[in-house]
């Protein structure tokens, strides 16, 4: 009985930090004011990417079909780029990217510039 109480007390304490205090963004919620990432907007649409090409437009995301999972270069749309690691299967990622890089890249993949 003293475990559950501790519980609810923990769950109230973290309803008090900024990741609680959700603020709207123009659709979609973000955690707190000084880190808008999305976290419930779905998306209207998707442009299938090629690897090696980069003059998409830089819209909400980047989705990775991964048939074989490996690292993944997004070149951002400030010119700067990341990479991540993407396991098998899809992996949405809220990157503004204008095109993935081939040089980096070793997951075997479809990619997609969400809308």
Do not use: C, H
């Not at 048939?67 to 993944?72: D, E, I």
């Amino acid at each position: 009985m003293p475990q559950i109480f501790l519980r609810l007390f923990i769950i109230s304490l973290l309803m008090w930090t900024p990741f609680a205090q959700a603020q709207v963004y123009g659709g979609y919620t973000a955690p707190n004011p000084s880190s808008p990432i999305p976290t419930d907007a779905s998306y209207r649409g998707g442009v299938a990417m090629t690897v090696g090409t980069l003059t998409y437009q830089a819209w909400r995301g980047v989705g990775v079909n991964a048939t074989v999972a490996g690292n993944v270069s997004i070149q951002m749309a400030d010119g700067s780029a990341i990479v991540v690691t993407v396991p098998v299967g899809w992996t949405e990622l809220k990157f503004s990217a204008v095109g993935i890089n081939s040089s980096g890249t070793t997951a075997t993949a479809t990619y997609y510039d969400l809308r």
